[in-house]
T-cell receptor
Framework: EAGVVQSPRYKIIEKKQPVAFWCNPISGHNTLYWYRQNLGQGPELLIRYENEEAVDDSQLPKDRFSAERLKGVDSTLKIQPAELGDSAVYLC??????????????FGPGTRLTVL | LAKTTQPISMDSYEGQEVNITCSHNNIATNDYITWYQQFPSQGPRFIIQGYKTKVTNEVASLFIPADRKSSTLSLPRVSLSDTAVYYCLVGSGYSTLTFGKGTMLLVSP
């Protein structure tokens, strides 16, 4: 079974430039998550999708960040314009409906963004 | 939302058993305890999950006391490749699963 696929793996841009990250979740997983991980910190949830619907985007900086999940499969996370503080690893994860109260997330390798 | 506390770092040697304890005093009735492992330049990887008592799989064991206010991840006979960051998460269903800073385990020869 293929895992969560993310691209690109690395991205270097200058500040004020736009950038986009792409994620393909595990087949059949209807829940998709985007996380940001700063150096030395744990991942921080940005947005969670249930199929096409963003059900939790409370931590997404909406002034510059946007996300979409058309057709409930692949997802794109965009930053425009990027700032120096956006340098981090952006992780995508997916999960299938849990059994009872149990949910297990499967993470992709992440995209390391460097903003100069 | 249950908050977790775990040691920042731990050191061990190859072949030893490692126990990482996580405190979660405000765990809710429906919450499960999940541990993830993260290697450099990779996303976190699910290790083990439990609700109470003891859970064991091919990688680790998870011990949860009756009051469920803490849990212990046990890694038997660690090797150099077990050097990683280990995260303890508490949550249920689709509630936000909050990652702390995790525990950096360093295994030496």
């Amino acid at each position: 079974e293929a895992g969560v696929v993310q691209s690109p793996r690395y991205k270097i841009i200058e500040k004020k430039q736009p950038v986009a990250f792409w994620c393909n979740p595990i087949s059949g997983h209807n829940t998709l998550y985007w996380y940001r991980q700063n150096l030395g910190q744990g991942p921080e949830l940005l947005i969670r999708y249930e199929n096409e619907e963003a059900v939790d985007d409370s931590q997404l900086p909406k002034d510059r960040f946007s996300a979409e999940r058309l057709k409930g499969v692949d997802s794109t996370l965009k930053i425009q314009p990027a700032e120096l503080g956006d340098s981090a690893v952006y992780l995508c994860a997916s999960s299938s409906p849990g059994t009872g109260f149990v949910v297990t997330q499967y993470f992709g390798p992440g995209t390391r963004l460097t903003v100069l | 939302l249950a908050k977790t506390t775990q040691p920042i770092s731990m050191d061990s040697y190859e072949g030893q058993e490692v126990n990482i304890t996580c405190s979660h005093n405000n765990i809710a009735t429906n919450d499960y305890i999940t541990w993830y492992q993260q290697f450099p330049s990779q996303g976190p990887r699910f290790i083990i999950q439990g609700y109470k008592t003891k859970v064991t799989n091919e990688v680790a064991s998870l011990f949860i006391p009756a009051d469920r206010k803490s849990s212990t991840l046990s890694l038997p006979r660690v090797s150099l490749s077990d050097t990683a960051v280990y995260y303890c998460l508490v949550g249920s269903g689709y509630s936000t699963l909050t990652f702390g800073k995790g525990t950096m385990l360093l295994v030496s020869p």
